[in-house]
């Protein structure tokens, strides 16, 4: 009788552990990314070049993953970013590694365009997981903006924040700097804040998508399924 007691808690808590291990794939760990607070300092020139030393006391974070046409898969190449703060402005700082500058495609168009390559960076601030704001630059430097809502089945191509960004092209690949000013996002009053961050680029020659936080091609929303961006604080909403 001992025996067969001890066999069915093993079996019981070998089943739970298989459980958790099929948990663990089907709803993978987010990561989460935590910019430092940088204020009284001076800001990033907004020149499509990383190399101002206010950068370097923040870490890249990268490990994209390919989203189409597969999903969950090494990208062709990889992509890495920074973000930093202060009292009026969001830096973002991306790298977008090509192993052939030479065939990065570059296509001048009007705003909102998205042609050619590019990058794009969707911020949840309301900390909804249902509305995001898109800033999109291309390898040219044409920027585009989208207003997400309904978690993503909604897309307002139309709203057009200020918001600033230029790009450069080197032997790495290409590089994007963007200035967005706090104004034109939605936060609440908390001191500390969380919000909802989703980064994704297209290599056009690949008619590759490659994405921060892993987006599987089945999954019902999109909003809901971004990373988490932590360690703002101390901002007060603005009109």
């Not at 892993?214 to 809901?224: H, W």
């Amino acid at each position: 009788m001992r025996t067969s007691y001890l066999a069915l808690c093993v079996l019981l808590f070998t089943q739970v552990i298989c459980y958790a291990q099929d948990s663990t794939k089907k709803n993978p760990i987010k990561k989460i990314y935590t910019t430092q607070a940088i204020r009284d300092m001076l800001p990033p020139e907004v020149d499509g070049n990383l190399d101002e030393d206010v950068w370097t006391l923040v870490p890249w974070e990268g490990g994209f993953v390919e989203q189409r046409p597969d999903e969950n898969t090494e990208p062709d190449h990889q992509t890495k970013f920074k973000i930093i703060y202060d009292n009026n402005f969001l830096y973002v700082g991306i790298r977008c590694y090509d192993s052939e500058p030479n065939k990065i495609e570059k296509r001048l168009s009007r705003r909102d365009g998205f042609e050619g390559g590019w990058i794009a960076i969707f911020i949840d601030s309301y900390f909804d997981k249902r509305t995001a704001f898109g800033f999109l630059v291309t390898a040219a430097g044409v920027k585009a903006d989208i207003l997400e809502s309904n978690n993503g089945e909604n897309e307002d191509e139309s709203w057009n924040p200020i918001w600033y960004t230029k790009t450069n092209i080197d032997l790495e690949g290409w590089s994007a700097e963007m200035k967005i000013p706090l104004s034109q996002l939605k936060f609440g009053k908390a001191k500390e804040q969380t919000w909802g961050l989703q980064l994704m680029r297209r290599l056009f020659r690949e008619e590759e998508r490659s994405v921060w936080q892993r987006l599987p091609q089945d999954t019902p929303g999109f909003v809901s399924e971004f990373g988490l961006l932590q360690g703002i604080s101390d901002l007060e909403p603005q009109k």
